[in-house]
């Protein structure tokens, strides 16, 4: 039996207005919450039993997964009542596990799209006999991460949290937020107070001589720490760049859930997703966007990169890029908003109130 701790606790503040009524594991990506995703692919790679450690909005799991049989697994859950950090959070959820000391236990960031060889980590971690095994992988520009190089044989050398010089930028490799702990690394980390494992678990491991072992695999990965992460990484789900189990229907431009409504003149592409209950009106045209239960886009209106929220409204002839609209938010006819634009939830945008300025 596999075991896995799915860390499902932050708060999600760069992402509102999208997440202030949805913890942002379970904001809808590709026509389920996200952690669907994340469920059903470690199911299919062989886990067995997942402990989910919440903590912001914690009631909204367990309605939604329950047990976890519709997915193939056991799913049990632990609500911290103060933010314990994710070493505390991993050390928190760990006593719902049932493995022995020498046991592997799979450990995933609640926010990561990946394509991983899930089965194949597992594997290379007992291989290398590992205290702990990392997924790494090469990003372009790696300040925004924590930086982990390793020698030929895949021995972690050093950690650095977010670098701030060049200096400090000694390779490209940055920890991709899934790992493979044995058990007894999880108990001797500190209970009751919050612990970063990238600051203070990983760290003291190495000066302690513990054996990190890092997986540098080059598989898609996306973060999605900011609202177009999200959307981007929802169409690669609906076209199929990305494999889910749990995407609910066919691989293509669009995705419409039951319910919802399309008119004949309406255009979707893109790996745009429409929610229950949604109406896509006349002449609109979407492109690459998730549109949320209940959400209206009106006649000829353009929406492009953008998440319109549950039962929010978006006028006739509106143009939006890359822009959020929160949930029962009013976006009236006639108004031009792009690169970034979010609109609260609840809010309310008169007719012909914005138009958007290249020189603003």
Partial sequence: MTEAILLVGGQGTRLR???????????????????????????????????MATCYLAEVFEPYFGDGSDFGVHLEYVVEDEPLGTGGAIRNAAQLLTGGPDSSVLVFNGDILTGLDIAGLVESHKAADADVSLHLVRVEDPRAFGLVPTDHDGRVLAFTEKPQTPEEIITDQINAGCYVFRRSVIDSIPAGRPVSVERETFPGLLAAGSRLHGVTENTYWMDLGKPESIIQASADL????????????????????????????????????????????????????????????????????????????????????????????????????????????GARLPAAAIRFSPDA
């Avoid at 952690?35 to 062989?46: K, V």
């Avoid at 929010?312 to 890359?322: E, H, I, K, M, S």
């Fill in 17 to 51: 207005p999208v997440t202030v009524n949805t913890p942002k594991p379970m904001v809808p990506t590709a026509g389920v919450p996200f952690l669907a995703h994340q469920i059903a692919r470690a199911a299919a790679a062989g886990v067995t039993h997942i402990v």
């Fill in 238 to 345: 609906v076209r199929g760049v990305v494999p889910s189990p749990a995407v609910p229907g066919r691989r293509g431009e669009s995705l419409v859930l039951p319910g919802a409504q399309v008119a004949a003149g309406a255009k979707l592409s893109g790996g745009t997703v429409v929610g229950a209950g949604a109406r896509i009106e006349d002449g609109a045209v979407v492109d690459g966007s998730i549109v949320l239960e209940g959400a209206v886009i009106e006649a000829d209106a353009q929406v492009r990169a953008s998440l319109i929220g549950a039962r929010a409204g978006v006028g006739a002839r509106t143009v939006l890029d890359g822009t959020v609209v929160g949930d029962g938010a009013a976006v009236g006819a006639d108004n031009e908003l792009r690169s970034g634009a979010r609109v609260w939830c």
